[in-house]
């Protein structure tokens, strides 16, 4: 009975921005989906559009948990709705989740950036708060609580930034705290969880039950790419920042049909990155070349920038002609802003695109070097076809739709 249950889009206080885009992405999508399909049936019944939507209006109306009964019955119905809710915090820091509708039966989508670090409004407060990493987690977990308690029929969590993801291995006498934070998600009943370019694919094997859609934003990237450089001439060259971001760039040099050069760093893990300028890495090298090329090189995240702006300088000191970025979690930790600004002013680099996975103000998407990609029209995408029960393959894959887009540029 997928057809007729709701979908419920419950935004945390730091996911609300990004909620909101899948939101109106979601509905675009029922809405042009619901219009194909009433078309197909009224042509395979030789029935009129508008006796068609009465039929399936009544077919939702007959149901006993029907919640439409005082909507028009020949108008096209949404079963997507924003769900409202009350977000306290405590003077200790304490959270609590108050659902303000009915969720029971309903399947919740709870949308939450562990990464938005401007200062989010409160009930009962007057003053705005900074979220730490920790407690948007902990303010996702009294959410999803909530949400099992008011009788969901299922959670999933969508995370586009997947918390504590770096620390996916040990070296030593350390925490697997990739693996600890789904386990507690599994534990308080998450059926799923939608992420954007996992740090490790690892990750996924440490659930029982749960679930793990790990998106690639690669077509939003690479659509983005085409307006800033000749993706067709024979001056682009693909370089990988280091040896953990091979298989990714080895993607877009593959999708592309262009060379694949690599930057092979080391790093003194005694030492925790500060800043971009005061980071861990010890010496960098070359494989390949980029002489007079232009430079396209990506990364999962951007956190204080030391491996870019390293990466950056090693490249012209190789020739590099110009040189463009690529983050799918554009962090900017510390003063990574003003440092790329800097760095920027100092012709080190042409553009850096990010997604909008990470919530930004005009701070970072009024710089001129910032491009940003939306990636919310994939979120809705995914969403759509789970609550339809359909395949996921295509989306998850997306090299077909990229080159389909490089036909056409």
């Known amino acids: 009975?997928?057809?007729?249950?709701?979908?419920?889009?419950?935004?945390?206080?730091?996911?609300?921005?990004?909620?909101?885009?899948?939101?109106?992405?979601l509905e675009n999508i029922s809405r042009e989906k619901l219009e194909e399909r009433v078309k197909i049936l009224s042509k395979s019944?030789?029935?009129?559009?508008?006796?068609?939507?009465?039929?399936?209006?009544?077919?939702?109306d007959i149901l006993p948990t029907a919640g439409y009964m005082d909507e028009p019955i020949d108008q096209q119905r949404s079963n997507i709705v924003l769900v409202p809710a009350k977000y306290t915090r405590f003077p200790n820091g304490?959270?609590?989740?108050?659902?303000?509708?009915?969720?029971?039966?309903?399947?919740?989508?709870?949308?939450?950036?562990v990464s938005?670090?401007?200062p989010l409004q409160f009930q009962k407060t007057d003053e705005p708060h900074e979220l730490s990493v920790n407690d948007h987690l902990f303010c996702?977990?009294?959410?999803?609580?909530?949400?099992?308690?008011?009788?969901?029929?299922?959670?999933?969590?969508?995370?586009?930034?997947?918390?504590?993801?770096?620390?996916?291995?040990?070296?030593?006498?350390?925490s697997l705290s990739a693996a600890r934070v789904g386990q507690m998600l599994e534990a308080f009943g998450v059926n799923r969880i939608i992420t954007l370019d996992i740090h490790s694919?690892?990750?996924?094997?440490?659930?029982?039950?749960?679930?793990?859609?790990?998106?690639?934003?690669g077509y939003q990237i690479i659509k983005a790419l085409a307006g800033l450089a000749e993706l067709k001439g024979e001056d682009l060259v693909v370089v990988a920042p280091d040896t953990g971001a091979v298989d990714r760039n080895k993607f877009f040099a593959s999708v592309l049909s262009k060379p694949l050069a690599m930057l092979y760093k080391e790093r003194d893990y005694s030492r925790v990155a500060q800043s971009a300028e005061n980071g861990n890495?010890?010496?960098?090298?070359?494989?390949?070349?980029?002489?007079?090329?232009?430079?396209?090189?990506?990364?999962?995240?951007?956190?204080?920038?030391?491996?870019?702006?390293?990466?950056?300088?090693?490249?012209?000191?190789?020739?590099?002609?110009?040189?463009?970025?690529?983050?799918?979690?554009?962090?900017?930790?510390?003063?990574?802003?003003?440092?790329?600004?800097?760095?920027?002013?100092?012709g080190l680099f042409y553009r850096i695109i990010g997604t909008n996975a990470v919530y930004h103000d005009e701070s970072v998407l009024g710089r001129e070097w910032y491009i940003s990609a939306d990636i919310t029209?994939?979120?809705?995408?995914?969403?759509?076809?789970?609550?339809?029960?359909?395949?996921?393959?295509?989306?998850?894959?997306?090299?077909?739709?990229?080159?389909?887009l490089l036909k056409r540029s």
């Open 116 to 118: 938005n670090r401007y």
């Open 281 to 346: 890495i010890t010496e960098m090298k070359l494989l390949g070349s980029v002489a007079g090329k232009t430079v396209f090189m990506s990364d999962d995240m951007l956190g204080t920038g030391g491996t870019l702006i390293k990466a950056m300088r090693k490249l012209k000191e190789y020739g590099a002609e110009k040189i463009i970025c690529a983050v799918s979690l554009p962090l900017f930790s510390a003063e990574a802003v003003d440092i790329f600004e800097s760095a920027y002013q100092e």
């Open 94 to 113: 304490e959270f609590k989740t108050e659902i303000l509708m009915s969720v029971r039966n309903t399947e919740i989508y709870i949308v939450q950036d």
């Open 201 to 217: 694919k690892e990750i996924e094997n440490c659930f029982n039950h749960l679930r793990l859609e790990n998106l690639h934003g």
């Open 377 to 404: 029209h994939l979120f809705a995408r995914i969403i759509y076809r789970l609550h339809y029960r359909r395949s996921l393959s295509s989306l998850l894959d997306d090299r077909s739709v990229i080159k389909d």
């Open 140 to 174: 996702l977990l009294v959410t999803v609580d909530a949400a099992l308690q008011a009788g969901a029929s299922q959670v999933t969590v969508i995370l586009p930034t997947f918390p504590y993801s770096r620390q996916h291995k040990k070296k030593g006498r350390e």
């Open 1 to 25: 009975m997928a057809d007729l249950a709701q979908i419920g889009i419950l935004p945390c206080p730091g996911g609300m921005a990004f909620a909101q885009k899948v939101l109106a992405n």
């Open 45 to 60: 019944y030789q029935l009129p559009r508008a006796e068609i939507i009465r039929q399936m209006n009544l077919a939702a």
